[in-house]
């Protein structure tokens, strides 16, 4: 068991570490494709589309042969994709290779969350805020890699090459899935009956997590030097705070599962995002709107994998990799919202009212929390 969840473990930091590596060159990219605001945004809306589609194929492939096949093939596959990033030397083929990382990463952020439940219901207990803190810790490194400044072809091919690496050595020490949940026939995987309230009701707070996450991630630093008047090396702290927080929490957080239950975990954590996201609107100054994005960050971060974790447990064995498949595209949707929707109340009226979006997002988990159960009951393995 050890092996398997260093495995998985493995995959969780690879997806972290690719993506910051490679979404941390976008003003190289920029400068070399001669690339608008515009054209950015339409590499942003490519990737999440393709990934949503990503995310169905792994659950097909899930179910034809392995969850664990899905996820070697979905690292492969955003290794690939980085290094035709690095390399492309237009920018029609630019596109296309993210359209290559962009398939592969919904296959990966699907995969790697079938394998965490797949872990946590052999196991008995809550592990996936874990898996979870792995990504945060890849993100870290990843983003510290890019600060190397190596040349952008030769530093996303050495990315490549760490991913496919690691990716095939541990392979072998995957989960295995349950015995009966396999399927020999594509099209029967395609269609694998799913029950469908649990993944809308987990897909919704997945969808209004990352619409929060993302909105953050993409408007924090703008909202520091825009509304706040930040110095310049201030501007970046205020999504680093938010990582800072995210990543305790996600470390913690299976502790928390044990001792309070899923449902408390997520009310809690939901209410502390609410007064974080409430700082960052209120805030004077930036020494204020800082903190207040650790605490956002420290607050919501659970959220993303105990309603993976919900999901796995809330439907038959069977159905577990095709549900998380489906679910997961709330992800690309929320993603998509959370920047747009954020981006037009800035422009409407200010950034500072922009703000309440995340804190109007965050509110409705808290209602939606008591759905959410301890993984000691799962029912899937």
Not at 160 to 186: E, N, Y
Not at 250 to 258: C, E, I, P, S, Y
Not at 326 to 340: E, F, H, K, S, T
């Amino acid at each position: 068991m050890d092996r398997t969840r260093v495995a998985v473990s493995t995959g969780f930091l690879l997806q972290g570490f690719t993506f910051a590596a490679l979404v941390t060159q976008t003003p190289r990219l920029q400068d070399r494709f001669d690339l608008g605001e515009g054209d950015v945004t339409v590499l942003l809306v490519v990737v999440a589309v393709v990934a949503g589609l990503g995310s169905v194929l792994a659950g097909v492939l899930a179910t034809r042969r392995s969850s664990g096949t899905a996820l070697t093939t979905s690292l492969v596959g955003i290794g690939a994709g980085a290094a035709l990033v690095g390399w492309a030397p237009s920018y029609p083929l630019l596109v296309a290779a993210f359209t290559v990382y962009g398939i592969a990463l919904g296959g990966v952020d699907a995969s790697m969350n079938m394998q965490g439940v797949r872990v946590e219901a052999l196991r008995g207990r809550s592990v996936m805020t874990g898996f979870h803190a792995c990504w945060s810790v890849g993100g870290i490194v990843g983003a510290g890699y890019a600060a190397l400044g190596l040349p952008l072809g030769a530093g996303l091919s050495v990315v490549a090459v760490v991913v496919v690496a690691l990716a095939v050595a541990s392979a072998r020490h995957l989960a295995a899935d349950a015995p009966g949940t396999q399927v020999d026939d594509l099209a029967a995987a395609a269609t694998i009956p799913v029950p469908w309230r649990p993944v809308l009701l987990f897909g919704l707070v997945i969808c209004l997590f990352y619409a929060a996450d993302t909105g953050t991630g993409t408007w924090s630093s703008v909202y520091l030097r825009e509304a706040l008047a930040a110095p310049g090396w201030v501007v970046p702290l205020g999504y680093a705070a938010y990582q800072v927080g995210a990543l305790a929490s996600r470390v913690v957080g299976d502790q928390l599962v044990r001792r309070m239950g899923a449902a408390r975990v997520v009310a809690g954590g939901s209410a502390v995002g609410v007064v974080g996201f409430a700082g960052v609107v209120a805030a004077p100054d930036a020494t204020v709107a800082v903190p207040a994005f650790l605490v956002a960050g420290l607050g919501i971060a659970v959220i993303a994998p105990l309603s993976f974790a919900a999901v796995g447990a809330a439907v038959p064995p069977e159905a577990a990799d095709a549900a998380i498949a489906r679910m997961n595209i709330a992800n690309y949707v929320g993603a998509i919202l959370g920047g747009a929707v954020i981006g037009a109340v800035a422009q409407a009226g200010s950034l500072r009212l922009a703000f309440l979006v995340p804190l109007v997002l965050v509110a409705p988990i808290l209602l939606m929390s008591r759905s959410f159960v301890d993984p000691r009951s799962t029912r899937v393995g």
